[in-house]
Every structure is written in structure tokens, then in C-alpha cells.
């Protein structure tokens, strides 16, 4: 075509989009019957499909990899911070994690022996490279013993630097972070190569195609997908296929995108449309969680920390779940809790107070928690929030608690003299009560104050391993 | 259970609640008609509308009204499209001339306010037409079955139709 004639097709395709428009302007009044009309439609056809696709995926097992032996404990970890140090670490350690100043790997093709290995480029270095031309994972690729791999925050990251690992037969466990990584169809193909049992995604843009082809991960037992952006638009049910799935992690789903000003401290909340074009944006939805219980029958932990529900998608959990992550989700109140509750095999539960950003429609009556916990028999809970008596009280009553977590969080306490206001953890409070829990041994701490440290140590004596972690 | 672990959390203001909403409501639409001129529909035209929302959020932006907005938005989405598809430029080319002559001064509102003038002329039949071939995206057997037309006269309606208004664009907007 010569430059009129595209001229002219872009004409055509202005006047078609305001057509567009218009047309869309006038039926915009009705449109809000139209649409939840065919939202139930939607949601019927939705599950005909699953049911049909779980079918399909059943009768067919793809012959791909074997799935390798399961794996003998790791050595400790060996952190070497800069080049320099990783040319003199030791090349039998098998299990290493660097962060160096540009992603110039080519000295780990000579750790033949590696079994877990964690890259990473560190701008904490002086003057750290950053990279813009091309680089790879090539050199990893002669680790053939490799069975972990997790790759950080890196300059510049796309399937043609991921696409050398596809040759290592026995890894089984990977890790992707950072926001310059995309899940697209040519990264996912080159993650179902591999014999994956667990993988996590973390800041990752996830396209539509990506989490499709993703499905095709047969040997697959855990998947986190943590902060990742994109997924609202990502048809949840292709994770329908990963039929050996016992763990998931979604977290951020089907919510308000927050950003939180740096500047301002202000939380601003960009509410994503819900249908777009007439389409639904795939969410959490109780349709999807009942698709889910039927097509994974393994499945037994499920994280949906920070993402949206409502008490419909608590009443569909399946009921073979023994884990439940809720820190942070928002919109579901006292009937998903009781639902929760009854959960017959349900022996770890992680909630906490939605965040204060949070829209006023989405709150979670919090303090509704306390009956319900109070009639399960938990051996792991985890509360994000600000401890309260309450709390406390209902923590007395899990005698069979073995694993307690407790981020803290931070209540207004006073105004410094520039007038901001300064966040502190609130009133002491009597952590006695965790001394009479005679199954509990291990207490972790996400940034934790040494008044709290001391206060629970005081409480629980020296049987129980107390452990601080970073948020 | 001390008040030395706080930490500040307030300090000058850059861009408040209600400017960053704007700016997602205000530039949406205008986005989503770029992106159509520039020859992307469907899924597609979605998936680069986020992400052209998501480079908005991961960068240091600083809204300098809604002019500069527009055009940072616009110049990112082109980024995006020609991305994906890399052997478009004379395409992309193209459709910038036609916007920038076009919707150059107003992101498209004296265009856009033509047509509905141009629309609410139109017999009730017709506007019936385009609302079933712009709004309700049908084809056109069930356009004509609606109608009450053969398919092949369905076909013959909307191009006249088409013709019909895109003249009275020339005459409204004095072209």
C-alpha cells in the first residue's frame, strides 16, 4: 500500500472508533441489565467450558519430561557479594546465591556442581553496571546439576536471555523477580521445557498468552504468582491444567491498583474497569474457585493474600484446602468467615486487617474473625494487623497451635515536630498467653521491635525458635 | 511497643488521589481511539492500553496538565504498538497524520461532535443500523434478520450509510 491508501485506511478506522464511541454512548443507559444479563450467561458458559476442558485435559496426558528424583537436602547457602568474590569463591559449592555488578555470569559456567543458585545484580555495589545490551543465562547452562534457580532484579530480561536454561534436565524449582520480566508466550514455551515441580513469579508482567501457555506445565506442584501485573487480564482457568497443582499463590488479583506516592505517603487507588469492551476481566471469582476445586483435585494450599473476593468465593473454597492465605484480601465479610470456619481439613489460616488504603466498600469486619477462630483447631496461623487483647485471647484457645507469625503493624502514636506524623507499634500488650501453648516451637516476626522480641521471649521461654524476618 | 521504629509518612504534595484518578479517566477513551486508528482492536488494543497504564505507574510521572499528559501517553502507546509490531512503522506513519490532522487540536471532540450531529440527523432505521453494527457487534446476518433485510442489503446499507456520514463530517467540520 502506498501512503494514501494507508492514510485513508487510518481514516477508516477513525471514523469506525467514533462510530464506535457514539454507538456505545447511546446504549450506555441500557447497557447496565444488558450486561449483568450476560455476565450470568458468561459465567454458565464459563463453567460448561471448564468442565469440558477438564475433560479434554484428562484424557490426554502430554508426553513430556520425566519428573526427576526427588532431590537430597542442600548444603547452606554461599553468598558472594561482587565479581571479584565470585572468581575466588570455591567451584565445588553447590549451593551459592551472588549478586554482582552486572549480569556478566560467564565465570558460573566453571561451578559445574551447583545445585541452587540465586542471581542477582546488586546496585548497592559501587558503580554498578547497568546493562542495557544483550546478555544471557548461557553460562548457567553447563550446571546441568542445577535443580534451583532463582534470577532477581536484572537490567533487561526477555525469553532470549531465559531460553538457555531450557537445557538444564533437573531443574525443578524457579524463581523470576524484578519488573523488566514478562511472561510472554515465548518465555513461558521455554519454562514448560523444563521438569518444573514449583515456580514463582514475582513483579513479573504476565500477558495473556504467557499464563496460557503456562498451563502446559505438567509436572508443576506449587505456583506463586506475587505482585504480578497483567493478571486481571489473564484468563485464570488455563491454571485449570496444571492438574498436579497442590500449592497456589495469587496474589494482587482482581483489585484496585494502588500506587503509593512517594512524595505524599498519599495511597491513590486506580480502579481497574471491571468489563471491558463487553468482556469480563478475569478475576478471583467464586466460578473460578469452584472450576478450580473440581479440576485440581490436589490442590491443598491456596494464597489469596491482597487480592479481592467477596463471601462467595470463601463459600466455594474447596474443601480438601488445608492452608488458606487472606492477608490483606479485601471485600468479604462475616458469611465468608463462617465459611472459612467449616472448612473440615483447614489447619492453616493467614489473615489480617485489610490495609488502611483500602476502599470503604471493601473493609473487612475484622473483629468478626474471633468467633470463628474460635471453633477451629488451627496448627499454623499467621495475622497481619495490630495485636490487640482480642487477639490474644483468641490465640490462648489454639492449643494445638504449632507455628505462630505476626507482622506488626504500626499504629499513629504521635506528631513529630515537623508535623508528620510518626507510626509506632501502639500500647504494650501481654504476650503471657503464648506460654501456655505447649505445642507451639516456632514464633516468626516480620519486623519486629526488641521490646516485642523481648516481650514473647519473655513469654514463651527458650523451647520456642523465635525468628525475625524482613517484611 | 515504641514510637522510635515510626517512620514519617507525610511530605510535599506531587500528585494527589483525585489528580491520578482524573488522569485514568480523563485519558482512557482518547488512548483506546489512538490505539484504534493505529490499527489495534480486540485483545490486543486491551493489552496495550494496560500497559501503556502500567510504564504510567512504574515511572516518575509528573502530570503537567492534561495537554502533556495526553501527548506522554500517546507517545508511550506508539512505543508499545510498534513494539509488537515491528514492521508497521509506514502504517503508524500514516495514522500519525491522519491524527495529528484530525484530532491534532482536540484529541478528536470537534470530530467526534460532528458525527453525533451528523448521527442525530439520521432516520430512526439507520441510527437503528449503527447501533447494531457499532454498539451491539453483530453480523450481518443477524443485522439483517433484525431489520428484516437480505445480508448482501445489509452490506449495501452500511456502506451507504457510511458515505453518507462521512460527507456530512466534511461539510460540519468545513473540509
Known amino acids: 500500500m502506498n501512503r494514501n491508501e494507508l492514510e485513508a485506511a487510518a481514516e477508516e478506522r477513525l ?104 542471581v542477582e545484580q546488586d546496585h548497592d555495589l559501587p558503580h554498578p553496571t547497568l546493562v542495557q545490551s544483550a546478555w544471557s543465562l548461557a553460562p548457567v547452562a553447563r550446571c546441568t546439576k542445577l535443580e534451583s534457580l532463582t534470577v532477581g532484579p536484572l537490567a533487561r530480561f526477555t525469553a532470549v536471555e531465559l531460553a538457555p536454561i531450557a537445557a538444564l534436565p533437573n531443574l525443578r524449582s524457579l524463581e523470576l523477580v524484578g519488573k523488566e520480566k514478562v511472561l510472554d508466550g515465548a518465555s513461558a514455551a521455554v519454562l514448560v521445557k523444563l521438569p518444573l515441580r514449583s515456580l514463582v513469579l514475582r513483579e513479573v508482567f504476565v500477558v495473556r498468552e504467557g499464563l496460557r501457555v503456562l498451563g502446559e506445565l505438567p509436572l508443576l506442584e506449587r505456583l506463586e504468582l506475587r505482585d504480578c501485573t497483567g493478571l486481571d487480564r489473564c484468563d485464570l482457568k488455563h491454571l485449570y491444567r496444571l492438574r498436579q497443582l497442590r500449592a497456589l499463590t495469587l496474589r494482587g488479583v482482581g483489585q484496585a491498583t494502588v500506587q503509593q506516592f512517594a512524595l505524599t505517603g498519599e495511597p491513590v487507588a486506580l480502579q481497574l474497569p471491571t468489563i471491558r469492551d463487553g468482556r469480563i476481566v478475569r478475576e478471583v471469582t467464586a466460578d473460578w474457585i469452584k472450576g478450580l476445586a473440581e479440576a485440581l483435585p490436589n490442590l491443598r494450599e491456596l494464597d489469596l493474600a491482597e487480592t479481592r473476593i467477596d463471601d462467595q468465593v470463601l463459600i466455594a473454597l474447596p474443601r480438601s484446602l ?28 493467614a489473615c489480617g486487617e485489610p490495609p488502611p488504603n483500602s476502599h470503604e466498600q471493601d473493609r473487612v469486619p475484622f473483629a468478626s474473625w474471633w468467633p470463628v477462630l474460635r471453633g477451629m483447631k488451627l496448627h499454623r496461623y499467621e495475622f497481619a494487623g495490630i495485636p490487640t487483647p482480642d487477639l490474644l485471647d483468641e490465640l490462648r484457645q489454639q492449643t494445638d497451635l504449632r507455628e505462630l507469625r505476626l507482622a506488626i503493624g504500626l499504629a499513629v502514636v504521635t506528631t513529630n515536630e515537623q508535623g508528620h506524623l510518626i507510626l509506632g507499634e501502639g500500647p504494650p500488650l501481654d504476650f503471657g498467653c503464648l506460654g501456655d501453648l505447649k505445642h507451639l516451637d516456632w514464633v516468626a516476626l516480620v519486623n519486629p521491635s526488641a521490646s516485642i522480641v523481648q516481650a514473647i521471649r519473655r513469654a514463651v521461654g527458650d523451647r520456642v525458635r523465635i525468628e525475625g524476618l524482613a517484611r | ?127 437503528r443500523l449503527v447501533q447494531l453494527g457499532y454498539d451491539d457487534g453483530l453480523g450481518r446476518d443477524a443485522i439483517a434478520r433484525e431489520l428484516g433485510l437480505k445480508a448482501d442489503g445489509v452490506k449495501t446499507a452500511l456502506r451507504r450509510l457510511r458515505d453518507a456520514l462521512r460527507q456530512c463530517i466534511e461539510r460540519r467540520l468545513g473540509r
Open chain 2, 1 to 127: 511497643m515504641t514510637p522510635d521504629a515510626g517512620v514519617p509518612v507525610s511530605s510535599p504534595p506531587r500528585l494527589d488521589r483525585a489528580a491520578a484518578e482524573r488522569l485514568w479517566a480523563g485519558h482512557e477513551r482518547t488512548l483506546r481511539r489512538y490505539l484504534r486508528v493505529l490499527g489495534a482492536a480486540g485483545p490486543d488494543l486491551d493489552d496495550l492500553l494496560q500497559e501503556t497504564f502500567v510504564v504510567l505507574l512504574q515511572r516518575d510521572f509528573e502530570d503537567r496538565g492534561p495537554a502533556a499528559a495526553a501527548t506522554f501517553l500517546r507517545t508511550t502507546a506508539r512505543f508499545l504498538f510498534l513494539r509488537r509490531h515491528r514492521d508497521l512503522l509506514p502504517l503508524v506513519e500514516a495514522a500519525d497524520a491522519v491524527w495529528d490532522r484530525r484530532c491534532g487540536d482536540d484529541d478528536g471532540a470537534g470530530y467526534l461532535a460532528a458525527l453525533r450531529a451528523c448521527v442525530a440527523r439520521l432516520p430512526a432505521r439507520s441510527a
Open chain 1, 322 to 349: 488445608t492452608f488458606l492465605g487472606l492477608r490483606a484480601a479485601k471485600g468479604y465479610g462475616e458469611p465468608g468467615m463462617v465459611a472459612v470456619g467449616a472448612l473440615p481439613n483447614l489447619q492453616g489460616l
Open chain 1, 15 to 118: 471514523f469506525d472508533a467514533m462510530l464506535g464511541e457514539l454507538a456505545r454512548e447511546a446504549a450506555a443507559p441500557a447497557r447496565g441489565v444488558a450486561a449483568s444479563r450476560w455476565l450470568v450467561a458468561a459465567f454458565v458458559v464459563l463453567g460448561l467450558a471448564v468442565v469440558v476442558g477438564v475433560v479434554m485435559t484428562s484424557r490426554g496426558t502430554p508426553a513430556v519430561a520425566v519428573a526427576p528424583q526427588e532431590p537430597a537436602p542442600l548444603p547452606p547457602t554461599l553468598e558472594v557479594r561482587g565479581i571479584t568474590a565470585l572468581r575466588k569463591a570455591d567451584r565445588q559449592v553447590e549451593n551459592l546465591s551472588c549478586a554482582i555488578e552486572g549480569p556478566d555470569f560467564g565465570v558460573l559456567q566453571e561451578f559445574e556442581r551447583l545445585r541452587a543458585l540465586r
